[in-house]
């Protein structure tokens, strides 16, 4: 199951995007949401998921279902049905 920092990875990776700062202003979010998002103090919103989602071609169920299973990492129960429900999605779009 994919991460937040996984995500952001793609995208830099997809883009040619160097830098955190860069992909900050790609995404239109604060280089210190980015920094955020690393250090793993938050994660994507559902809006946010949903955009990352549709920029990687990715199945947007897949990863809002991988960022609620990060949110709830402290949750076991949570996150072992989050994680639950993101393999069983597919993760490329249709």
């Not at 995404?27 to 994660?43: F, M």
């Not at 559902?46 to 897949?62: F, I, P």
């Not at 709830?72 to 994680?83: F, G, I, P, S, V």
């Amino acid at each position: 199951m994919d991460t937040t920092c996984d995500f952001l990875d793609a995208l830099k990776y997809k883009t040619g995007i160097a830098s955190d700062f860069g992909l900050a202003e790609y995404l239109q979010i604060t280089r210190s949401t980015v920094s955020a998002y690393r250090l793993k103090r938050c994660t994507f919103s559902d809006e946010t998921a949903l955009h990352v989602a549709d920029l990687l071609g990715l199945n947007r169920g897949y990863v809002l279902a991988c960022v609620h299973a990060e949110k709830n990492r402290n949750d076991d129960k949570a996150y072992d049905e989050w994680e639950k429900i993101a393999a069983l999605l597919p993760i490329k779009a249709a």
